[in-house]
């Protein structure tokens, strides 16, 4: 097939791969210009066009698609598909309906729970015990479209949004490739009205950790913000970033620290610290961490 790929962060890579092994051609990649990143704020490409312009696959990134030179270009492609996963873009009508066959695009979350931006990090803060992608024809609503394939997975009980997020990935390259294969024969499911909720955009104030919430919720929040943005508490009026945990046994004052582990009383349970991060150090496992800046039993985190 004739395939416009539309994407742009880590996510959307193994689709862009796994499409051009699946020997599609991928006529244009669209994806976000290149943002100023790291200490020099340089403007550095997005990966998918980092790993597009290594493949030889010609790149656009324009600002805006409610141009009519936009919808003229875009058209002008003769595309058969177009395959969208993690744009950053609304996609008018007449982008819509420019290929052949429409553009479908690859969801990670299982459809109509968690439409919207942030659908893994959501999944995992409220308690979700499975997740899973969809693949849908895209209409104008957000994520309202009719879907054509969906798979399941687990999410399990220590798994951080990093690992889930590489999991939904991979999935999701295996799954484009399977409705492109079987598009003629694949029959749109209509999402049911029941179920719909809202995967809103992570806001870096729900990132700060009140102790006094169960250990439950403690848990989620700090796997579901990791690595970005990384819930945080404040240790002796520093801020750290925790990064993993898991539940565990212990009682004590909401942020007390209870042993030499890094066990933390919550306002009911405790969890157990896996992974922190000083600000301006690197990410380390709790034992490397007390090394070198030990917490005595008995302090209180969060200021």
Same mark, same amino acid.
């Given at each position: ?122 999944a995992i803060m409220a308690g ?20 054509? &394939? *969906?798979? #399941?997975?687990?999410?399990? !009980?220590?798994? $951080?949004? =990093?690992?889930?997020? +590489?999991?939904?990935? @991979? ?14 024969? &694949? *029959?749109? #499911?209509?999402?049911?009205? !029941?179920?719909? $909720?809202? =995967?809103?955009?992570? +806001?870096?104030?729900? @990132? ?23 819930a945080w508490t404040e240790m ?7 990064? @993993? ?59």
């Amino acid at each position: 097939m004739r395939v416009v790929f539309m994407g742009t962060p880590d996510f959307s890579v193994p689709v862009l791969d796994a499409l051009a092994e699946a020997g599609h051609e991928i006529v244009a990649v669209y994806c976000q210009p290149p943002r100023p990143a790291g200490r020099g704020k340089k403007d550095r490409p997005s990966p998918v066009q980092a790993r597009a312009e290594t493949l030889g696959m010609m790149v656009r990134h324009p600002v805006t698609l409610r141009s009519e030179e936009a919808w003229q270009d875009f058209a002008a492609l003769n595309a058969d598909v177009a395959v969208v996963v993690a744009y950053g873009l609304i996609l008018p009508q007449a982008i819509l309906d420019a290929p052949r066959h429409g553009c479908l695009n690859i969801h990670a979350s299982l459809l109509p729970r968690w439409r919207g931006a942030a659908p893994i990090h959501r999944a995992i803060m409220a308690g979700d015990d499975k997740t899973g992608v969809c693949i849908m024809q895209m209409e104008a609503g957000l994520d309202t479209g009719p879907v054509l &394939l *969906r798979a #399941e997975t687990p999410i399990g !009980a220590e798994e $951080t949004t =990093a690992e889930l997020h +590489d999991r939904l990935a @991979a999935m999701g390259a295996e799954k484009i490739v399977q409705a492109l294969a079987q598009l003629p024969v &694949l *029959r749109p #499911e209509p999402q049911p009205e !029941a179920g719909v $909720t809202y =995967a809103a955009k992570i +806001d870096k104030a729900e @990132a700060r950790i009140d102790w006094r919430r169960p250990a439950e919720e403690v848990d989620r929040l700090i796997r579901g913000l990791s690595p970005f943005p990384g819930a945080w508490t404040e240790m002796r009026g520093e801020r750290v970033k925790l990064l @993993a945990s898991r539940l565990w046994d212990g009682q004590g004052r909401p942020g007390e620290v209870l042993d030499e582990e890094m066990t933390i009383a919550c306002g009911q349970g405790a969890v157990r610290l896996v992974r922190l991060q000083r600000a301006g150090r690197s990410v380390q496992d709790v034992s490397e961490f007390m090394r070198g800046w030990p917490v005595p039993a008995g302090e209180i985190l969060g200021g």
